[in-house]
């Protein structure tokens, strides 16, 4: 039997649980791949960005920003939220770094989409790299609260892999781009 | 002023949105670091923990399971929630393991704990490297499809380079994996 028929679940109904401002939740009814009755319970999420932005002499532009669902302060790399399902990662990629951190960058490299949670939502996240950056002026919303600081990348290697950088598109975006750049 | 003080984001009061089966919902009032009101709209996670099984000869215990969120067959490292927030991590990593692949595990390394989602989600996973590992029978919940393979993990690193492996925590384990290895 092929795969896709030996694991896949069969939409039957959708109900919506909440609208919110930032979460919209439903719950499915499905059919499991035997064909049993089962339910899932997820999040429709407008997508995001992400972006590791690079100086010509190997620092990462670095975030640290407050988030209350685990109530401390982090260290993260740009990102944001599409406008929309439809907008351009990358024009959403130049606004968002341009926004938290006043950085433009000539050189974009998309390195593809990843799902933080595929488990229970459907957010994708494009990751890009970031180079022959150009500073300027940062231009955050007047709810939005980060600090900006540029960290060699061998600096957040080391914090990576000793466990302490605990975001995960942070992680995941600066190895890949270590990985790129042979460092 | 201090880091703390300057991005502290402080609670007012929470109100219940959804108490479901896997998410479990809040609203909470909050009040930014300029005392201005605001909302959070966040999921409440019990915690999981993910593996990543590494063979002698360097092949990577794979999981390839239907995502029903983003509606395809994706490739995964194990993992699980825990049964309680009170669960010892590494507990839960080896019931995981053993049920999910069949193999159990003699050398444990925790690779320390990441946020998949922390700007709407407390959901905290904690990522452990298995070695000298022992092949034994899968032993999957009845509501549970996936198909279990052996991966070199060069193979598998290929694939993460190449934007190929969307799942976040996969890409992460692997890339966390492969520098300790020196791969």
Redesign the interface.
Known sequence: MK??E????THVSTRE??D????H?I??N?L???N?P??????RHVGAVCIVAVTDDNKLVME????????K??TEIPAGKLDSKKEDPLLAAKRELKEETGYTADTWT????????????????TLFMARDLHKGTQNLD??E???VSLVPIEDM?KE??????????T??GI??VA??LGI
């Open positions: 795969e896709l030996r694991l896949k679940e649980i909440f919110g401002d930032i979460l939740i719950k499915d499905i499991l791949p035997n049993m089962a339910t899932r319970e997820l999040i640290r920003q407050f988030r209350y669902p685990v109530d302060v982090i998309d390195l593809g989409v990843f799902y933080p949670a595929p488990a229970y939502s459907d957010e994708a996240i007047s709810d609260f980060l600090d290697l990576i892999m000793a466990g302490n950088i605990n975001d995960a598109k992680q995941l190895l890949r990985r790129i």
